[in-house]
């Protein structure tokens, strides 16, 4: 059986891939903002797993200006969505290998 | 490694499929408000013309239809190109245009509707669109369009002459308002 991604197991940052996923892979990713919401967390607990994220290699940021206000952009990676599908189907396998035990 | 049981995989997987959800209405959301502002400050201007001219109603109405198909195009334009996502094709476009022949035909060449009936059936044959869509994509939609269709049955038993300009601000000021909910929400 495949091993869960410790990384992408964590359920907040689980969340944060998920909502990456998401998007299409030709879409420009999401706002912090609007990751803030979408998960709920605060911004400093956010920001710490997203740059764990990061440093895995999972999500780009993108930081600009929109006028005078600062835009954090997150986006996932190549690897962090095959890092996301691969963990998906190893919690499928869990509970597929679940239902065949007798 | 961590190990988890099925229990808690089945958890992890149903917070996936909770967040997919968010993510998906959210981008809904944001393309569809942009859209209510757009068609709202049009039917606002088209129900004004109607009330100061009615002469000109007519014309107004068409080029509100012309603008607002004009406006979706662009505005899903851009949406495809900031986020991939297609919204708007021919089959849409179609659609669109064969709702609109159906509420023409409907109003028009069987029912012999009034101008006052014909300012009340529209709104409500959209917002009924509206309100179906919301049943799948989101509540906020299902509140926007039975709100707008009562206000709009009060407007046509209880509004006299003015019956138009309260349509400017039920239809219209209810569609941009709707569209800026959305935006927040």
């Known amino acids: ?30 706002e912090f903002s609007r990751l803030k919401k979408l998960t709920g967390a605060t911004d400093g607990n956010l920001g710490a797993h997203i740059e764990t994220l990061a440093k895995a290699g999972y999500v780009a940021v993108e930081k600009a200006f929109v006028g005078k206000k600062p835009q954090t952009t997150v986006t996932a990676t190549a690897a962090g969505r095959g890092a996301f599908a691969r963990h998906v189907a190893t919690l499928q396998e869990i509970i597929a290998a679940s239902a065949r035990q007798p | 490694m961590t190990s988890i049981d099925s229990r808690e995989a089945a958890s ?4 996936i499929d909770s967040i997919v959800h968010r993510v998906r209405q959210s981008r809904i959301y944001d393309l569809t408000s942009l859209m209510l502002i757009l068609w709202g400050a049009l039917t606002f201007a088209g129900y004004l013309v109607t009330y100061l001219s009615p002469r000109h109603a007519g014309y107004a109405w068409i080029a509100v239809y012309v603008t607002g198909t004009v406006g979706w195009a662009l505005i899903s334009a851009s949406n ?9 094709d021919i089959r849409i476009l179609a659609a669109f245009l064969l709702f609109v022949a159906f509420g023409i035909f409907s ?18 044959y959209f917002m009924l669109v509206y309100t179906i869509a919301g049943l799948w994509v989101g509540q906020a939609f299902v509140a926007i369009g039975l709100s707008i269709i009562a206000l709009t049955l009060v407007g046509y038993f209880y509004i006299g002459e003015a019956f138009p300009l309260w349509m400017a601000f039920v239809n219209g000021g209810g569609l941009i308002l709707g569209g800026l909910w959305m935006r927040r929400s």
Request: aromatic share 8%.
């Open chain 2, 80 to 88: 495809r190109a900031r986020s991939g996502i297609r919204s708007f």
């Open chain 2, 107 to 124: 109003s028009v060449w069987l029912g012999h509707f009034t101008p006052r009936q014909m300012g009340t059936f529209w709104p409500i």
């Open chain 1, 1 to 30: 059986m495949a091993e869960l991604d410790d990384i992408i197991h964590q359920p907040l940052r689980l969340k944060i891939m998920a909502a990456l996923n998401a998007l299409p892979a030709a879409a420009s990713g999401l």
């Open chain 2, 12 to 15: 992890a997987l149903s917070d």
